[in-house]
T-cell receptor, first 109, second 112 residues
Framework: RKEVEQDPGPFNVPEGATVAFNCTYS??????FFWYRQDCRKEPKLLMS???SGNEDGRFTAQLNRASQYISLLIRDSKLSDSATYLC??????????FGKGTTLSVSS | DADVTQTPRNRITKTGKRIMLECSQT?????MYWYRQDPGLGLRLIYY???????NKGEISDGYSVSRQAQAKFSLSLESAIPNQTALYFC???????????FGPGTRLTVL
């Protein structure tokens, strides 16, 4: 089983749609959780950290379910500029970050 | 100026050549990482360093070596490049404790 698994997509949605991405991780000792965004041929950049209580940043909401070892990212009112690959990332104490392969989103007008 | 820089940005080389990719950072972070990215395979960790005296192998270290010359510099070498090392290579830095990583712009390497 891969350490971090994501549906690769692509997710093709119209502008204004709500889209959700899911991610599962295998190591219950994982302590930190993130969503990164990567535009085509560019470097990944942090989109948001994910906390146990859930957190929201504008149109983006991240949720963590430790019992199910599951992380989600919800994007509301999708914009053309949201088109990118979204990487789920987890970390265990004292080790390097582990990246999922990413989920590709394409938002069309 | 960018906080994390990589040189060169693009490189085409031939099988068997020795190649060095360089990474510099002005963020003052102790931790530095080298990844490669291939279509469909995501980011894979090659080597990482938690401080100047610390070097650790990642998931795919075979065929690669690294040098941490200073806190700000972390170089990746391909001793004898082969075509399946053609990829996009990223350097990243981190303060530690599983916090946010900051990536350089990447080096696109092609081995013919």
């Amino acid at each position: 089983r891969k350490e971090v698994e994501q549906d690769p997509g692509p997710f093709n949605v119209p502008e204004g749609a709500t889209v959700a991405f899911n991610c599962t991780y295998s190591n219950s000792a994982s302590q930190s959780f993130f969503w990164y965004r990567q535009d085509c041929r560019k470097e990944p950049k942090l989109l948001m950290s994910v906390y146990s209580s859930g957190n929201e940043d504008g149109r983006f909401t991240a949720q963590l379910n430790r019992a199910s070892q599951y992380i989600s990212l919800l994007i509301r009112d999708s914009k053309l500029s949201d088109s990118a690959t979204y990487l789920c990332v987890v970390n265990q104490a004292g080790t390097a970050l582990i990246f999922g392969k990413g989920t590709t989103l394409s938002v069309s007008s | 100026d960018a906080d994390v820089t990589q040189t060169p940005r693009n490189r085409i080389t031939k099988t068997g050549k020795r190649i060095m990719l360089e990474c510099s950072q002005t963020k003052g972070h102790d931790r530095m990482y080298w990844y490669r990215q291939d279509p469909g395979l995501g980011l894979r960790l090659i080597y990482y360093s938690f401080d100047v005296k610390d070097i650790n192998k990642g998931e795919i270290s075979d065929g690669y070596s690294v040098s941490r010359q200073a806190q700000a510099k972390f170089s990746l070498s391909l001793e004898s490049a082969i075509p399946n090392q053609t990829a996009l290579y990223f350097c990243a830095t981190e303060t530690g404790g599983g916090n946010e990583q900051f990536f350089g712009p990447g080096t696109r390497l092609t081995v013919l």
